[in-house]
């Protein structure tokens, strides 16, 4: 009994020798497409996080938030300018189309800043994102 004991630990112990990393050995280094990749990702996942933090914003301040359905959501690089395009219900129960435009976070509601920074065709769709609200 004690040398099948034994001969576990031994087992165990050469396995763990021969299949654990050296934990000294330094990480492969990531190629110039890979740190490209993953900082486009990066990029990519903050600007969808301040779209959805200002979708929510939006939603909070409807009269019936249960309503909202976005119909546009496009943003620049670093969310600088967000676009929303949003049909909510009103006061008196009908769908209403609404624009805002966020520009260095100040939310605008004419016509003429949504004419001039949510025209633009270089702008990234993200009309899902409000879909994660």
């Not at 546009?72 to 435009?101: K, P, Q, W």
Request: charged share 25%; hydrophobic share 40%; glycine share 4%.
């Amino acid at each position: 009994m004690l040398r099948a004991i034994l001969a576990l630990i031994f087992l165990g112990m050469v396995g763990s020798a021969l299949f654990s990393k050296d934990e000294n050995q330094a990480p492969t280094p990531l190629s110039e497409k890979e740190v490209a990749a993953q900082e486009a990702r990066r990029v990519e996942d903050a600007r969808r996080q301040a779209v959805i933090n200002a979708a929510r914003s939006i939603k909070s301040n409807l009269r019936d938030p249960d309503s909202l359905k976005f119909q546009t959501i496009v943003a620049n690089d670093d969310a600088s300018i967000m676009c929303f395009a949003y049909r909510a219900r009103n006061g008196f129960g009908g769908m209403n189309l609404e624009h805002a435009t966020i520009v260095d976070n100040t939310i605008y509601k004419t016509s003429k800043v949504w004419n001039k920074h949510c025209a633009k065709k270089d702008l990234h769709d993200l009309t899902r994102a409000g879909s994660y609200l």
